[in-house]
């Protein structure tokens, strides 16, 4: 099982921003800014571009769900949307409130974040998503 598929199921804690049956949403563990999401579908998949078509139509009107949410708990100009995977094997979606196009540089220096203020982010972004 990958290590996301444990945070999905619950194995492994996160910081819960969003989900139904098939997605999940959590903070990113090591944030760019304040609000940095991951998104997921719940099904063990490495590479976004194997998903069929359905599923990955699903999963991105997930994710922009979840980006009107971010965008409402963190006022930002956009939600930038990237998708990497080259750490973790099971596709996700970065979902980043952006004040400028730094703020989707992956090289910038990760924010270090208390477990406190990560649960408040969460808290907000899922507060706005559940309306
Ligand atoms: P990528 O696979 O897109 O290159 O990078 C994986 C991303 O997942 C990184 O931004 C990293 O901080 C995040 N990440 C890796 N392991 C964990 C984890 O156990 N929990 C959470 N919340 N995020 C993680």
């Known amino acids: 099982m990958s290590i996301f598929s444990k945070i999905a199921e619950g194995e492994i804690p996160s910081y819960k921003c969003a989900e139904n049956e098939e997605f999940y949403a959590f903070l990113d563990i090591n944030p760019m800014v304040k609000g940095h ?31 009107v949410a971010i965008k ?5 100009v956009k939600v930038g949307q990237a998708v990497l995977g080259l750490e973790v094997p099971h596709a996700h979606i970065h979902l980043i409130p952006m ?12 924010m270090s974040l208390s477990a406190e203020e990560m649960k408040e982010i969460a808290e907000k972004i899922y507060k706005e998503f559940s309306k």
């Open 37 to 67: 999401t991951l998104v997921i579908p719940r099904r063990e998949v490495d590479y976004i571009f194997d998903m069929e078509d359905d599923e990955l139509a699903r999963f991105e009107v997930f994710a922009k769900k979840v980006a």
């Open 99 to 110: 004040q400028s196009e730094k703020d989707m540089n992956f090289a910038n220096s990760k």
């Open 72 to 76: 409402a708990a963190f006022p930002c």
